[in-house]
């Protein structure tokens, strides 16, 4: 008999786990609040460790295409735009950047439309020894599994981990746009509190971001986009022109939190899954990756452990050490890369440190997070 889960939520986290169940056979149903299923206006990058997931999501091919490969840190700039590295041709283009929309679109397309129901926001869990009871406006279904991808303000982890704390906010806020400039070359401008980030995407777009210290969360603007451009008045071309070239309404404005680490990621049939389970400070750019990660490892613990019991214990296990790392490793960078009294010493090491130890330190191997391999997951079949 095909087996079940519910997935709550249809970001990409929750999207790459229907596709990966999809992949052993499951039948999956996505529920998703929002009218629509997609995704914020703005960009991301993948590392190679998320790539790989995608190739065994069996979605690799569509991803390297709709992605632009671009520099981890192979432009690191200063306001005034001196370089304190500078990429030379040839050197390691290890991320790819995706307008998020693609991603999104390139899993809701690998999954049976019949799968995703939208305007289904969960409100209630209930758990018997086998089976899972979920609960949304609207409707009820009963299932094998129910998967929360349901995001950093998840309603699963409220209603089944009740003394998880809230995230947290990490005194730091972003500003994020996406606007045409063709053949920009992927760069971070390292100021005094703060850091701006360009990727090129497709379609001859580049995504810029932000990313500074903050009091207190919350705090929005009348106009977002002259706040943002008023920060950065003063820095190297072509940043001013970039947010200047951004239409108003797609300068989006965003607080930066985390999750403390969980205990458990698994309780009964129900486990948490991306953001739900271990939202992270983007500073290493592994949110989304860590979801899809996620997708691969639970799939493949389901395809090949006797029961889910036990395929969920080796997700637990195996997932919470390493997003729990990377989580405290991004916490870590982010208050170092936006620190008023760090800034100096930082600008001095990777002024100091030679160009080809920091390009070793940047290519594909370089960075331990981005040496992650997927399991073995076995071949497609379609269920029933
Ligand atoms: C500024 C910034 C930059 C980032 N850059 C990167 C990057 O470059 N690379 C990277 O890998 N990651 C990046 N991230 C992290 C990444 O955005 C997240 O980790 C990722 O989007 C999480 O996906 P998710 O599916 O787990 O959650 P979400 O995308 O939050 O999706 C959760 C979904 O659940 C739905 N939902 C919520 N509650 C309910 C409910 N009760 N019932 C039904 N549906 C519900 C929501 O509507 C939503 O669609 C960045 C994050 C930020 C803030």
């Excluded at 709550?8 to 009218?35: F, N, Y």
């Excluded at 009871?133 to 089944?160: E, K, M, P, Y």
């Excluded at 637990?316 to 991004?330: I, K, V, Y």
Aim: hydrophobic residues 40%.
């Amino acid at each position: 008999m095909t087996r079940h889960a519910v997935v709550v939520g249809g970001g990409i986290g929750g999207l790459a786990t229907a596709v990966a169940l999809r992949r052993i056979g499951w039948r999956a149903t996505v529920l998703e609040r929002a009218a629509e299923v997609r995704e914020i206006g703005a960009g991301m990058s993948q590392a190679p460790n998320a790539m790989r997931a995608l190739e065994a999501l069996g979605v690799g091919e569509q991803a390297r295409s709709a992605g632009v490969p671009t520099y981890s840190a192979g432009n690191l700039r200063l306001p005034d735009g001196r370089h304190l590295q500078q990429a030379r041709p040839g050197d390691p283009t290890p991320l790819v950047a995706f307008h998020r929309a693609d991603l999104h679109r390139m899993l809701l397309q690998a999954l049976p439309t019949t799968w995703v129901r939208t305007n289904a926001e969960v409100t209630g869990v209930r758990q018997a020894e086998q089976q899972v009871t979920v609960t949304w406006n609207g409707g009820q279904a009963t299932a094998d599994l129910l998967i929360g991808a349901d995001g950093i303000r998840s309603t699963v982890r409220r209603l089944l981990w009740p003394d998880a704390p809230a995230p947290r906010f990490l005194d730091r806020t972003a500003w994020l746009g996406i606007t045409d400039a063709d053949g920009l070359p992927g760069s971070i401008t390292m100021g005094a509190g703060g850091y701006f980030l360009i990727h090129p995407i497709s379609r001859g777009r580049a995504y810029w971001a932000y990313v500074t210290t903050a009091g207190r969360p919350a705090i929005r603007y009348e106009k977002e986009k002259i706040e943002v451009a008023r920060r950065v008045a003063t820095w190297h071309d072509p940043i001013p022109s970039l947010i200047a070239a951004t239409p108003d309404e797609a300068v989006i404005h965003i607080d930066i939190c985390d999750l403390d680490p969980l205990p458990a990621y698994v309780c009964g049939r129900v486990a948490l899954l991306g953001d739900a389970a271990h939202a992270m400070s983007p500073d290493r750019g592994q949110g989304a990756g860590q979801s899809l990660e996620d997708a691969v490892v639970l799939a493949a613990a389901l395809a090949g452990e006797s029961t889910i019991e036990a395929a969920l214990r080796r997700y637990d296990t195996e997932r919470r050490p390493r997003t729990q790392a990377t989580a405290r490793g991004a916490r870590a960078d982010g208050r170092r890369t936006t620190s008023l009294a760090l800034h100096r010493a930082l600008v001095t090491m990777i002024r100091l440190t030679p160009a080809a130890l920091w390009r070793k330190g940047i290519a594909d191997d370089g960075n331990p997070t981005w040496r992650w391999r997927p399991p073995h997951l076995p071949s497609p079949t379609t269920p029933h």
